[in-house]
């Protein structure tokens, strides 16, 4: 079976090591690049974290550099939820492999005309490397065949009431995206926070046995505990959800909307503006909001695929 050629885009945090992780495993996919971006911690963290984590599961992907900082706003962090390491306070070795010299806009965009048309972009970070390869490559849009994103909410945010983090970290970048006239298929939190493993069922993924499903529950305790706080029901794997998505959705539903980032409100900055009903009457509901999924169908295929380390 010809693999997807696929180019991942994240802020290596510690449900982006999870989404990496499984990336390794899924054999639908050829990783061609995997590019970095400030965002849950800053860029030097995000990419040193990115290499770590693929030296733990054995993939060496080549890790391109991105953006330090926002288009335009100040930077955010997420070290609330991800330790101030980014990794959960978990010590992985440090990689003997460094990042490839040229930049992720410039590799992404290479690897766009490379595979001419079929490239699947999945980008679960601020969408700020996005943003930097649309401005600087116009043609760009036309040539990817599918981006799937972890980012925005129909309803609800994660850092605001408005706005989820990796939208409202850039959400300049973000409205770029949504109007560049792509189809932009947005895993959400309308449907992450529904992807979470309870405090039992983590346990149960570390006893698999392996370093990685050891590291998965370990470096996901201290988000475990931040979403117990907000009487959470378990830890969200947002960017592990999103991969799953882009792999087989068969187990989510998704709705075509028209999507747009607000970039001018103060309380509503950053929100992702769509209701799945009141935009039937617009032209263009050229995206996907994907709102919901088989929580226990999610576990099967994580669980499947943690159990292939050894
Ligand atoms: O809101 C969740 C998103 O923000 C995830 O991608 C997480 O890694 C953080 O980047
Ligand atoms: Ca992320």
Request: glycine fraction near 8%; charged fraction near 25%.
């Amino acid at each position: 079976m010809k693999k997807i050629p696929v180019w991942f885009d994240c802020d290596t945090g510690v449900d982006d090591a999870i989404a990496l992780i499984l990336l390794s495993q899924l054999e639908l996919f050829e990783v061609v690049g995997v590019s970095t971006v400030a965002g849950n911690v800053d860029l030097d963290k995000t990419t040193a974290n990115t290499l770590r984590v693929l030296d733990l599961c054995h993939a060496p992907y080549p890790v391109f550099r991105g953006a330090a900082q926002p288009m335009m706003r100040s930077q955010i962090s997420a070290s609330y939820v991800h330790g101030a390491d980014g990794l959960g306070g978990v010590m992985l070795p440090e990689s003997d492999r460094k990042p490839e010299s040229i930049p992720a806009w410039d590799a992404l965009y290479q690897a766009a005309v490379k595979y001419a048309g079929e490239l699947v972009l999945i980008a679960v970070g601020p969408m700020t490397n996005i943003g930097l390869t649309l401005t600087k490559y116009k043609d760009f849009p036309g040539l990817i065949k599918r981006i799937v994103i972890m980012g925005g909410a129909a309803v609800g945010g994660n850092v605001t009431p408005s706005a989820e983090f990796n939208i409202l970290a850039d959400p300049e970048a973000a409205a770029m995206l949504f109007d560049c006239g792509v189809q932009v298929e947005m895993c959400g939190l309308d449907m992450t926070m529904k992807a979470y493993l309870t405090r039992e069922e983590l346990d149960e993924l570390g006893c698999l046995g392996s370093p990685q499903a050891a590291f998965a529950r370990d470096c996901l305790q201290r988000a475990l505990k931040f979403g117990e706080s907000y009487q959470l029901p378990g830890v969200a794997f947002h960017d592990p959800a999103a991969v799953l998505y882009a792999a087989d959705d068969t187990m989510f539903e998704a709705y075509p909307a028209w999507v747009r980032v607000e970039t001018k409100g103060s309380s509503t900055y950053g929100k992702t503006v769509t209701d799945l009903y009141s935009d039937k009457k617009y032209e263009m509901r050229e995206h996907l909001v994907v709102a919901d999924i088989d929580r226990d169908a999610f576990k099967a295929r994580l669980f499947e695929l943690f159990a292939r380390f050894k």
